[in-house]
């Protein structure tokens, strides 16, 4: 069975920061890139940013780039999101996906996905 779960998200004050962890089982880890996707109540699911499986590249969108930090375990088959300086606009439920067409970074590409955690930034 295949599985993407996402852990680590909450409630955070501005400023803060918190890390979540994306653990997959159910296929082959490393034939796939894995992104983080968000989603904000109202708002389209957007790329926040993936990790190539391929060459390791990784990947950001403009308004997370110098405060968030994507890596990958191979060894655990996990994808962490190390997010720093939140801000109240980074308030989603995030996503993690696997794409194996690479960083597509388009949402109706990825083949799995998880259940979403949510990440709450208070100002």
């Known amino acids: 069975e295949v599985q993407l779960v996402e852990s680590g998200g909450g409630l955070v004050q501005a400023g803060g920061s918190l890390r979540l962890s994306c653990a997959a089982s159910g296929f082959t880890f490393d034939e796939y890139s894995i992104g983080w996707f968000r989603q904000a109540p109202g708002r389209e699911r957007e790329g926040v940013s993936c990790?190539?499986?391929?060459?390791?590249?990784?990947y950001y969108e403009d308004s997370v780039k110098g405060r968030f930090t994507i890596s990958s375990d191979n060894t655990k088959n996990t994808v962490y999101l190390q997010m720093n300086s939140l801000k109240p606009e980074d308030t989603a439920v995030y996503y993690c996906a696997a794409d194996t067409y690479g960083c597509t970074k388009v949402a109706n590409k990825q083949s799995f996905w998880g259940q979403g955690t949510q990440v709450t930034v208070s100002s």
């Open positions: 990790i190539s499986s391929s060459s390791g590249t990784a």
